[in-house]
C-alpha cells in the first residue's frame, strides 16, 4: 500500500519542527484518540485533554517568548493542530481557536497593559480565549455586525449578541467586535478584549452539533457591558481590518484542522481497504476502492503543500493573506471529498458508529463553514486573480 510520504522527509522541517510533530503525534494517539468518540457521543469537553495540552506547551508556540511562548513559529503551530485533528476533531478545532483566534489579537494588537495582563495566562492555559465576530444575522457579511459599542467616558457600552462561539463556556477573556457608527459600514467597526467577569456580560448555551461534539460553545450576551476604553484592539475604527487580519492566520490554523481530519480519514481507509476481503481479495485489490484511495492520497499530499506554504510565508512576514485563503478552501474540501469516500469504502460499516469515519465527515462539515465558506474563500481569491492579472 502506498503511504503518503512522511513529512519529515518531504517538507524541509527543521528538527525542532519535526520534534513537535513526533511528540503531538504521540500524544494524540496515546491520550486523545481512545477519548474521541466518547466526548462525540456525549457532547463533551474534555478539560483533561486540554489541560494536557497546556502543559506540553501548545498554546504557545507561535508567541515570542517575552510573553511565555516558545517562539516556534506558525509551521510547527499548524503541525500541531494537524496532528490532533488527525485522531479529533474537536480537540484541533479547541486549540486553533485559542491560539489563532484567543490569544493572537490581543498579543498582535493589545496595548502593551493589555498584553501584559492576558497574554501569559492564555498561553499558560490559566483559562481560554475565544473570539465572538458570527452574529444572529451577520455571518458571512461580517461587515454587517450589529453589536453596538457607545463610548462613556473612559469606557465603552456593548449591547447585542454573538453566536457559535468556540471555547466560550471555559474562556477567560473574549475578542469581539462592535460597531461604533453603523453609518459608516465596516469603517465603523472596532475590536476589543471582554473579560469574563465584565458587568453585563453572560452566555447562552449553544445547540447541539451536527460534528465536533467535543468542541465547546455558546453564544455571548452584551447589555450595557462596560468595557475600559484600553481593552479596544487597534485605533478606534479600524476595528474590520483587524479581525480580517486575524481570520487570515486563523485560516491556515483552520486548513491544518481539515488536512488532519482528512488524513486520519485516508489512513482508516486504507488500513481496512487491505483487511476487508470482497470477492476473493482485499478491497485494495479493487480497482473502484484502489482508485479513491489514489484520489485522496493526491490530494492530500496537495493540501499539505498549500497548508505549509501559507504558514510559511507567515512566518517569513510576507503576505499570506490569499496563500491562507487558497488552503483553507482546497483543504477543507478535500477534507469533505476524502471522509466521504472513507465511509463508502468502509460501505454499511462506515455509516454506523463503530467506526471513526462518520465522525471524522460530519467534524469535517465545519471546515467548510468556519472562518469563511468555501463561497468567501472564493471571492477573497478572485479578487487577488483579478486583480493581479494572468502570469
Not at 470482497?278 to 484502489?290: E, H, I, N, T
Request: glycine residues 10%; contains cysteine; hydrophobic residues 40%.
Amino acid at each position: 500500500m502506498y503511504e503518503l510520504p512522511d513529512i519529515k522527509d518531504s517538507f524541509d522541517l527543521s528538527e525542532d519542527q519535526r520534534m513537535i510533530r513526533d511528540m503531538v503525534r504521540e500524544f494524540a494517539e496515546n491520550e486523545v484518540a481512545p477519548l474521541a468518540q466518547e466526548i462525540d457521543e456525549n457532547h463533551r469537553f474534555a478539560t483533561e485533554t486540554w489541560d494536557k495540552i497546556v502543559e506540553l506547551g501548545l498554546p504557545g508556540i507561535p508567541f515570542s517568548e517575552e510573553v511565555g511562548g516558545s517562539d516556534g513559529g506558525t509551521l510547527a503551530y499548524i503541525i500541531a493542530v494537524e496532528e490532533l485533528s488527525r485522531v479529533c476533531g474537536s480537540t484541533g478545532i479547541t486549540l486553533a481557536a485559542h491560539v489563532s483566534l484567543g490569544t493572537y489579537p490581543i498579543y498582535k494588537w493589545g496595548c502593551e497593559k493589555l498584553r501584559g495582563e492576558y497574554v501569559p495566562k492564555l498561553i499558560a492555559g490559566e483559562y481560554m480565549g475565544a473570539y465572538g465576530l458570527t452574529e444572529p444575522n451577520a455571518g458571512s457579511d461580517s461587515g454587517g455586525t450589529q453589536t453596538s459599542a457607545v463610548r462613556d467616558g473612559d469606557h465603552y457600552i456593548l449591547n447585542g449578541r454573538k453566536c457559535f462561539i468556540t471555547n466560550a463556556n471555559y474562556a477567560g477573556v473574549f475578542i469581539v467586535t462592535a460597531t461604533i457608527d453603523k453609518s459608516l459600514g465596516s469603517k465603523g467597526i472596532c475590536a476589543f478584549a471582554v473579560p469574563r467577569d465584565a458587568e453585563g456580560f453572560s452566555l447562552e448555551k449553544g445547540e447541539k452539533k451536527l460534528g465536533m461534539r467535543g468542541s465547546d460553545w455558546a453564544s455571548l450576551v452584551f447589555e450595557d457591558t462596560r468595557i475600559p476604553f484600553d481593552h479596544m484592539l487597534g485605533p478606534e475604527g479600524e476595528g474590520f481590518r483587524t479581525f480580517m487580519q486575524t481570520l487570515e492566520g486563523g485560516r491556515i490554523s483552520i486548513a491544518a484542522l481539515a488536512l488532519g481530519i482528512a488524513q486520519g480519514a485516508y489512513e482508516c481507509a486504507a488500513k481496512y481497504a487491505n483487511e476487508r476481503e470482497a470477492f476473493g481479495k482485499p478491497l485494495s485489490g479493487q480497482q473502484a476502492v484502489a482508485f479513491k484511495l489514489a484520489d485522496m492520497a493526491t490530494e492530500i499530499a496537495a493540501a499539505r503543500h498549500l497548508v505549509y506554504h501559507a504558514a510559511r510565508l507567515k512566518d517569513a512576514g510576507q503576505n499570506y493573506g490569499t496563500a491562507a485563503a487558497m488552503a483553507k478552501l482546497h483543504a477543507s474540501e478535500v477534507s469533505m471529498r476524502v471522509t466521504y469516500d472513507a465511509i463508502q469504502i468502509y460501505g454499511g460499516y462506515g455509516y454506523s458508529r463503530e467506526y471513526p469515519v462518520e465522525r471524522m465527515w460530519r467534524d469535517a462539515k465545519l471546515c467548510v463553514i468556519g472562518e469563511g465558506t468555501s463561497e468567501i474563500q472564493r471571492i477573497i481569491i478572485s479578487r487577488d486573480v483579478i486583480k493581479s492579472g494572468p502570469r
